[in-house]
């Protein structure tokens, strides 16, 4: 075995109030993936058993900030990782769950736990181990500093492909043509 | 209606053991166990901690954005929602039959998405357990560790699901979040060069989900003992089934059985849902406790997805997946099964059907066809049911002159399972964590539980809560200088401690 074996860039992912549709578009990339494996190892992902986030060189997330948990993950994603990515709409810019942000909560509330069809009873969920969720939906950016932003819902495996390569090589990453997408 | 190992008699005197966060599943769950000082297990709880108000948010929006911005409750299987909120809303464009290829390109999508999840589910979230073992090497129990241990299988399972991601976006445009499903039938259909295309690597498909039943099974067979008891949660099923009680993920009629398999309900328009199920709310977890109405909530609550679907039918359509499900109902000797690991062994039956079914639909002539939408008498209201590969689904809209949603109702098909999965950890908290030190490898025995529900959490809630808050105030040092906090009454005091 070569003595200078060359170290693997560790990784790690989440989704915070996301779909789960650009972990999915990641998995796109289908065989490449082994490839990736070569060149990366993964510290704490939605496919992995890791439950706290480790020291990364990159970290990439998708889903907006809809509770108080989803901004205690951020803000250690932030600390762990040397270099943070978002990816996709919701990451970017809140996506569809954003969609609330024009209705109070209370409202929401009344009409799902009260009001909906089909319901036994009526209570609003409200024990203490269920993350306190926030006024309005966020994106990442308004609460730690974001280096690099995918958009797309979901980006194409192709675009996540392709930043990843340039970030692994040393490149900035630059998406070109066709894998500039908001849809 | 409060079950055994819900809820704890004195929570305040007990240790407090949390997997927070389920991994190797889609969305978040968190479960929380509470134990004595004997380390025995008085409380479990699975808290699904997520809302995002889909049912509400969607009001107000043109129906026919409804199928574009419903996929994004989830990006495993967008497909589903997509496709449920169409047959709601063919209801309320009053076409109550597509033309032959829009129900044939719906079809193979749908199909196609039924493939490519379960691979999903059985080789990238679950085999690292069933391959390595439950209490494994963490660091190992992932498909980067079954990559390395076993490439081929590694290498299979990324095919598989590959090509059922091709199926989905040659009809419905993308990958994920496509459009090809409109109200009244679909905006395209294949190209005779997409069709030659799938249809090069179908054999394959199907040869190599034949294999996947036979990897499971073979699991299945070396470990009775563990596969046929881990977490029983016996219950009712239910799912749709279709004209002659053959299985049907697309399309049918809602039959029932009681947990010895006698007939509860079948044949029920799935419009009339509301009149069947009923859905309970507990505070401690957003996603909501279905029951069958008519057998109140401790006796009405029931499971979904594969180990129903598979159950619950008379027949499976397509001939290799027809005879594994008899040789699965022959292995259960004639009685139906509520092992949750045996929903692995009828997840991989539905994926060989799947692949079959992929295979009848790319030789019909109509997936290539020209008429693609038909129109009818405007109606205000829809209900769209579909099997999702998680369970059977619901979407139910009501729709205004102006053509905005004025009502939105989902049941999820994770929901359904929710009071299964909640009896499923309690079971094998009980039987491993009692009177144990809890090690990693214990708890992932719980995880192993809910996996094999293959969970769609983001999928399940709508919901949100109001919550207790505690606001501390700290210096630089960390130090706590001053900590209030409003109780779930509204009051704020000062925050003890």
Redesign the interface.
């Known amino acids: 075995m070569d003595a200078a074996v060359h170290k693997k860039v560790r990784v790690a992912t989440t989704?915070l109030?996301?779909?789960?549709?650009?972990?999915?578009?990641f998995?796109?990339i289908?065989?490449r993936?082994?490839d990736l494996?070569e060149l990366v190892?993964?510290d704490r992902t939605?496919?992995?058993?890791?439950?706290e986030i480790g020291r990364c060189d990159i970290g990439i997330i998708e889903g907006g900030l809809?509770?108080a948990?989803n901004v205690h993950v951020l803000r250690e994603f932030r600390r762990q990782c040397r270099i943070l990515i978002a990816i996709g709409a919701c990451a970017i810019n809140g996506?569809?769950?954003a969609?609330?942000n024009h209705?109070s909560?209370?409202?929401?509330?009344e009409?799902?736990?009260h009001t909906?069809?089909?319901?036994?009873?009526?209570?609003?969920?409200?024990?203490?181990?269920?993350?306190?969720?926030l006024s309005k939906v966020r994106p990442l950016h308004e609460v730690v500093k974001v280096d690099y932003f995918i958009p797309g819902?979901?980006p194409p495996?192709d675009a996540i492909w392709k930043s990843l390569m340039d970030i692994l090589g040393g490149r900035e990453p630059a998406l070109g043509h066709g894998l500039i997408q908001y849809? | 209606m409060s079950y055994h190992l819900e809820t704890a008699a004195q929570p305040a005197n007990l240790r407090r053991v949390a997997i927070d966060t389920v991994s190797r599943v889609e969305g978040h769950g968190k479960v929380t166990i509470l134990l004595d000082a004997q380390n025995q297990v008085r409380q479990v709880r699975l808290h699904i901690v997520e809302f995002r108000g889909f049912e509400r948010f969607i009001q107000g929006r043109p129906f026919w954005e409804v199928p574009v911005m419903v996929q994004r409750l989830c990006g495993i299987c967008p497909v589903s929602h997509h496709l449920a909120a169409s047959k709601a809303l063919d209801q309320v464009v009053g076409v109550k039959h597509l033309t032959p290829t829009a129900e044939k390109i719906r079809r193979l999508m749908h199909y196609g998405q039924m493939l490519q999840s379960h691979a999903l589910h059985f080789f990238y979230l679950a085999s690292p357990d069933l391959l390595f073992g439950f209490d494994s090497e963490a660091s190992r129990r992932n498909i980067v560790g079954v990559a390395a241990a076993h490439p081929e299988t590694a290498r299979r399972g990324v095919l598989l699901r590959k090509f059922g991601q091709e199926v989905i976006r040659a009809t419905a445009g993308k990958r994920v979040h496509g459009t090809g499903s409109i109200p009244g039938g679909v905006n395209k259909a294949l190209t005779q060069e997409e069709r030659a295309l799938l249809l090069q690597d179908i054999y394959q498909i199907v040869g190599w989900s034949r294999d996947a039943v036979q990897l499971i099974k073979q699991l299945h067979l070396q470990n009775p003992a563990l596969y046929n008891s881990f977490g029983i949660c016996r219950s009712n099923t239910m799912s749709l089934v279709g004209q002659d009680g053959g299985m049907d993920f697309y399309h049918g009629r809602l039959r029932a059985r009681d947990g010895s398999g006698g007939v509860l309900f079948d044949g029920v328009d799935y419009r009339d849902y509301s009149r069947h199920i009923q859905e309970e709310v507990k505070p401690w977890s957003y996603m909501k406790f279905p029951f069958f109405t008519a057998f109140g909530k401790k006796n009405g609550w029931y499971k979904v997805g594969p180990l129903a679907r598979v159950q619950n039918c008379d027949q499976i359509p397509t001939p290799l997946a027809e005879a594994e499900r008899r040789e699965f109902v022959d292995y259960c000797g004639g009685v139906p099964s509520h092992a949750p690991l045996a929903y692995h062994w009828t997840r991989m039956i539905e994926m060989l059907h799947a692949a079959e079914t992929i295979k009848d639909l790319l030789h019909d002539d109509d997936i290539v066809g020209s008429d693609l939408v038909r129109t009818g008498e405007r109606a205000m209201e829809g209900v769209g049911v579909i099997e999702a590969p998680r369970g059977t689904l619901i979407h139910h809209y009501r729709v205004d002159e102006d053509d905005l949603v004025t009502m939105c109702n989902l049941i999820v098909s994770t929901t359904h399972n929710n009071q299964a999965m909640n009896e499923a950890i309690r079971n094998v908290a009980r039987r491993y964590l009692d009177g144990r030190e809890i090690t990693e490898g214990l708890l992932n025995h719980i995880e192993v539980a809910i996996r094999c529900f293959d969970p769609c959490l983001s999928c399940a809630t709508h919901a949100l809560g109001q919550m207790p808050l505690a606001v501390e105030l700290l210096d630089a040092g960390g130090a706590r200088v001053h900590a209030l906090a409003r109780n779930g009454d509204g009051s704020i005091g000062e925050a003890p401690g």
């Open positions: 989704s109030a996301g779909c789960f549709g650009c972990h999915t578009s998995l796109d289908d065989e993936l082994f494996l190892e993964f939605p496919l992995t058993d890791i439950k809809c509770n948990e996506g569809l769950p969609q609330r209705l909560l209370p409202l929401i509330l009409e799902v736990y909906s069809v089909g319901l036994a009873n009526g209570l609003i969920p409200n024990d203490p181990e269920l993350p306190l969720p819902c979901p495996a849809d």
